[in-house]
């Protein structure tokens, strides 16, 4: 038998290795492959329900924080500030002339013909 396609080892630990690796990685892609199923399908809600989708790991993250996380941060100050609220439309003012004209229609036109 030949092999055309693939350079394989000849040694059983080295196959081993091999496999044991792709089974990790198969194991990865199936993780990610059911959060983008959860994502896509389930419920467009923040609020999951507990049983029905587990919490997933974050793809391979270190479990404890780098020791560069733990040196403390420089705080930033952001001054809040007050907003003006809109009270809608401006009145017009007094001085303005005001005309009040009525615009009516025939009385025939009052009567509307499905009753």
């Not at 194991?27 to 997933?56: D, N, T």
Request: glycine share 2%; with cysteine.
């Amino acid at each position: 038998m030949e092999n055309s396609k693939l350079d394989l080892p000849e040694s059983k630990v080295e196959l081993t290795k091999i496999i044991h690796s792709n089974v990790k990685e198969i194991e990865r892609l199936e993780e990610e492959v059911r959060l983008l199923r959860q994502v896509l399908f389930a419920p467009k809600s923040e609020k999951l329900p507990v049983g029905k989708f587990p919490q997933l790991s974050l793809f391979d993250m270190p479990e404890n924080p780098p020791e560069e996380a733990d040196e403390k941060v420089d705080e930033i100050i952001v001054p809040e500030h007050t907003r003006a609220k809109k009270k809608g439309r401006r009145k017009l003012p007094e001085n303005l002339p005001r005309i009040d004209r009525v615009h009516d229609i025939p009385e025939e036109d009052k009567i509307c013909t499905c009753q």
